[in-house]
């Protein structure tokens, strides 16, 4: 188990094991493997969310999928406390950046620990987008297995 917290800039925390990562595929366009890895977040004793995250190491742009599952979680919770959103990542010329997606069209939206998908326009300009890209940021700066998302340091 890892908890990985960055003092400081947030009081969220990743926890996630050896076993939480998976190879699929082959990619139709270039044959390769996508792998997933994910986690629990937490925010002090309480967990938040589960991501997934999801990219094509052998794909020349830096890209992933973010897949979110937020709301409360333990016994006294169920399906109907907890929905799904998606960002996409990117980097780009600007530096890195993430997009909320329709969570609808992504995989997650079957998953049976969810009562709802959401869509962009359900997330934007709302408090539960200041709250899922508070937890990407996280997952991006406190996540080693996704290092190699991150853009290269420029040269000096
Ligand atoms: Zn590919």
């Known amino acids: 188990m890892e908890l990985i917290a960055l003092p400081n800039q947030t009081d969220l925390t990743l926890e996630y094991d ?42 020349q742009e830096k890209e992933a999928a973010f897949d979110l599952i937020i709301g ?34 992504r995989r997650i939206a079957q998953s049976p620990l969810i009562c709802e998908a959401l869509d962009r326009g359900a997330v934007l300009g709302t408090p539960t987008a200041d709250h899922v890209f508070e937890i990407c940021d996280l997952i991006y700066l406190a996540d080693p297995r996704i290092a190699e998302l991150r853009p290269a340091a420029p040269k000096l």
């Open 18 to 59: 050896d076993t939480n990562q998976e190879e699929f595929g082959p990619c139709p366009d270039c044959g390769q493997k996508t792998k997933r890895v994910w986690g629990f977040v937490h925010r002090g004793d309480v967990a938040i969310a589960i991501y997934y995250v999801e990219w094509t190491p052998a794909h």
């Open 72 to 105: 409360k979680w333990g016994e006294d919770a169920s399906a109907a406390d907890r929905r799904a959103v998606s960002l996409g990542y990117k980097v780009l010329e600007s530096g890195p950046a993430f997009m909320v997606q329709d969570a609808s069209r």
